[in-house]
Each structure stands twice: as structure tokens, then as C-alpha cells.
């Protein structure tokens, strides 16, 4: 294992904490977003696993095909909430 693998991973390990979201009661209200996070959190799983360890090369692809599908939903969902939203604004009131 090349040294420069091992030292990204553990700064970007070290980094991410930093900016973690903080689970709370307000977010288990939120089954969908929990469920993108997980699907977030394992596909970075597999990749740090194929960058340190050069696990399976078919399971990361699987990982990254489910992180954009999973990605392209939420884009879907904020972009009709705007839309919903904008419609509420137009409103006469």
C-alpha cells in the first residue's frame, strides 16, 4: 500500500467530522433524507475501501450507480419543492 493512499484517507477521515450534520430529533421526521444519507455513507464506505484496500471494482461502480440515482432523486424532489413553492408565492392573497 502506497503511503500518500494512507495519509488522504486518514486526513479526509479527519476533515469529515468536521463538517458532519448532527443527528437530532428534527431529522428522524425525515425517513427519505436518513435513507440518502445511508446510501451516501456507504458508497463513500466503498470507495474508501477500494482506495485503501483495492477492494472489488464491481462493488464500487454498484456503490457510485446507487449514490447518482440516489442524487438525481433529491436534485428531483428540492426542484418540485421550489416549484411547489413558487406556485404558493404567486398566489393572491
Known sequence: MD???SLVAQNY???KS???PETGAGQAAFGAANSFM????QSEAN????M???SDPHTLVQALAQTELAVQT???VR???VEAYQEILRMPV
Open 38 to 41: 445511508d446510501t451516501l455513507r
Open 13 to 15: 477521515a479527519a476533515g
Open 79 to 81: 426542484d418540485r419543492v
Open 18 to 20: 468536521a463538517i458532519a
Open 47 to 50: 470507495a474508501m475501501d477500494a
Open 52 to 54: 485503501t484496500t483495492g
Open 74 to 76: 433529491a436534485v428531483t
Open 3 to 5: 503511503i500518500r493512499n
